[in-house]
Structures are given as structure tokens and as C-alpha cells.
């Protein structure tokens, strides 16, 4: 958020940055008929009407893997105020937090990529031992495990579905998401906005390239298909 920040002004552009990770750190005010004011990072007011864009990053990114009540009550509340402020504020969200939580199950994105086209992998997400066994049979050539949600302070690589994962007591604990494997060394990330879709390559030997930072991102072209589903895709999503 500090580098994006700091390239906004860079180019002239007039911002504020407030911090969301720390929730005792946001200063807010605001009564019916009265714009609402936040106080930024310098601890300068920012009257949020006068904003033309607002940029909600990672809201309850400051909760640990192990949060109290409290601290769950807590983020609870900062992010019902984000919500009603997008809802209602002249500035446009990015992206609002609605949209965003919505667009943020795996199992979504997944029924979602399918009817845009996207070439899904063969697909089960279960919590049933058996229908797992049976899933693994038919895909011997091997497959993955991914969460249904992940949380900022805890990294879980992708590891892949062997018979001593089909067996651990966690598969009945949780239900997740089980693909089959599909092997290659290329990983796109794809970024949409708007219409205007950037694509990047990195080639990894991992399963999880996020496991392998050595190497570097470089530029890539999408035909004009696939630019298009993705783009209809990202919108069906909010």
C-alpha cells in the first residue's frame, strides 16, 4: 500500500493512505448529514466525500490464524463500516467489499471459470473419506489439495494428494478443494481491470510457485479469447 502510495504521487496524483491492518490506528468520525472524516497514516483528516476512488485492501488482514473474540468482534465491526461507506460514498471501490468477499470463494471461481470456458481440472470438493478414495482412484496419475479459504497468517502451500493424505483424520475435519494434477512449469497470473487484462508468466518446477521465488515475472499476451472470458468472468463475480 506504501509503494502504490508513493507512486500515485510520483505521477501528481492526489491521495491518503489509511491503514486498515492495525484498527486501533483508524481514526473516524462521522454523524447522520455530516461527510465522514478518517484520519491517514500522517494523522491528517481525509474527507472521504471529496475521494474519487477508494482503494479497500486487504480489510481483517491484521487477525492471526488463532483470533479471540474480541479481535473478531473488533474486525467484524471495521469492516461493516467499510461496507457502508462503499455503499453510499461518491468514490468508486476497489474493489468493494461485497464484491470482493463474494468474489473470494474458491468454489465460486471455480463453477464461474467453467461456465466462461476456463479449462476446470477434474474437480471434488469433499470432506468424505470414501468419495476422496474413489477420487484418487480415478486419477492415479496423482492430484492436489487447496483450501476453501485461506487467511493472511497462514501460508499453506499446495501439496499434492498422495493415499497418506487420503487417510490423515483431517480430510473429515474440513471439507477442501481436490484437483487432479495437471504437470507443467508455466504459472500465469492474470490481472483485470476493467476491461484491460494484464498477464504475467513466471516458469517454476513446483507444484505452488509461490514456493519458488528465485526466478523472475515476464509480460505475456492473451489472445483475444481468453482476454474476453476473463474479463466476463471477473464481472460475473461483482
Request: charged share 20%.
Amino acid at each position: 500500500a506504501g509503494a502504490s502510495a508513493a507512486r500515485l504521487k510520483e505521477r501528481g496524483a492526489a491521495g491518503s493512505w489509511i491503514t486498515t491492518d492495525r484498527p486501533e490506528a483508524l481514526g473516524f468520525g462521522w454523524s447522520p448529514g455530516v461527510a465522514p472524516v478518517l484520519v491517514d497514516v500522517l494523522g491528517a483528516p481525509v474527507d472521504l466525500t471529496a475521494a474519487r476512488v477508494v482503494w479497500v485492501r486487504r480489510l481483517g488482514a491484521w487477525l492471526g490464524p488463532s483470533p479471540t473474540r474480541e479481535q473478531i468482534f473488533v474486525e467484524r465491526n471495521h469492516r461493516v463500516l467499510w461496507e457502508a461507506l462503499c455503499a453510499w460514498l461518491p468514490a468508486v471501490p476497489v474493489n468493494h467489499p461485497v464484491a470482493q468477499w463474494r468474489a473470494a470463494h474458491k468454489a465460486l471461481q471455480l463453477h464461474q471459470a467453467a461456465a466462461f470456458g476456463f479449462d476446470v481440472p477434474d474437480t471434488v470438493v469433499t470432506n468424505d473419506p470414501a468419495v476422496l478414495r474413489a477420487f484418487r482412484e480415478d486419477h492415479p496419475e496423482g492430484g492436489v489439495v487447496k483450501p476453501l479459504e485461506s487467511y493472511p497468517e497462514v501460508h499453506t502451500f499446495v501439496p499434492l494428494l498422495d493415499d497418506a493424505v487420503v487417510e490423515e483424520p483431517a480430510v473429515r475435519a474440513v471439507p477442501s478443494i481436490y484437483q487432479a494434477y495437471v504437470p507443467g512449469k508455466r504459472h500465469l497470473r492474470v490481472n483485470c481491470f476493467g476491461d484491460r487484462v494484464l498477464a504475467f508468466a513466471f516458469d517454476s518446477e513446483e507444484v505452488d510457485w509461490r514456493a519458488d521465488r528465485k526466478g523472475r515475472w515476464a509480460p505475456v499476451e492473451l489472445d483475444a479469447a481468453t482476454h474476453a472470458a476473463v474479463v466476463s468472468f471477473v464481472r460475473s463475480l461483482g
